[in-house]
């Protein structure tokens, strides 16, 4: 898996996630949230599982530009632009992509699911700590809580299934 797949992914888990809070309480509450987080210092975890996840020589050339997956996947949430702009702005995904990897970096791991569930708990609990450290009035707490873990649930389904993994099926 490209690394850019995976970085598509997990901003368009945190772009849903922005606009499922925006739903919950208004674009400019979401806005002050994220205002607060920017002081925010993603964990050394989520790091190191990247690092051991892709390598920067393991490079595979691709036709379409790795970029523009990435903000395809962002854009498909259509979310207002002022919430498109944390999105871009998170402060994990700044920190892979300003690392030596390259979205053209492919994982070094095919069939590591330990790694990957290691990785995925990682990105998760990256996505719903600063939702957990915020001071809302209960019940919107509870229910940002909730629907911000629901993102990166689905994250986590829609990568496993990416890597033809524990895919759901009919019950």
């Known amino acids: ?10 901003l368009g888990a945190h772009a849903e ?10 674009d ?26 892709w390598n920067p ?6 036709s379409e ?11 498909q949430h259509r979310i207002g632009k002022q919430l498109e702009f944390y999105v871009w702005a998170y402060p994990a995904y700044r920190m892979i992509i300003e690392s030596a ?11 590591d699911d330990k790694k990957w569930d290691e990785l995925f708990a990682a990105c998760r609990n990256e996505g719903i ?3 957990k450290s915020q001071k809302l009035d209960e019940p919107l707490h509870t229910a940002s809580l909730k629907s911000v873990d629901l993102s990166w649930v689905k994250f ?15 019950v």
């Open 28 to 53: 400019d509450i979401v806005v002050q949230l994220m205002e607060d987080e920017r002081t925010h210092t993603p964990s050394t975890e989520l790091k190191q599982l990247v690092d051991q996840v």
């Open 1 to 10: 898996m490209l690394l850019a797949d995976f970085l598509g992914e997990f």
């Open 57 to 62: 020589k393991n490079t595979i050339l691709v």
């Open 129 to 131: 700590e600063w939702i």
């Open 101 to 111: 990897l390259t979205p053209e970096s492919n994982s070094l791991l095919k069939h």
């Open 65 to 75: 530009s790795p970029y523009m997956t990435i903000e395809q996947w962002v854009r």
């Open 156 to 170: 986590r389904a829609n990568m496993l299934k990416r890597l033809g993994r524990r895919t759901l099926s009919q």
């Open 17 to 26: 996630a922005l606009g499922r809070l925006s739903s919950l309480m208004s």
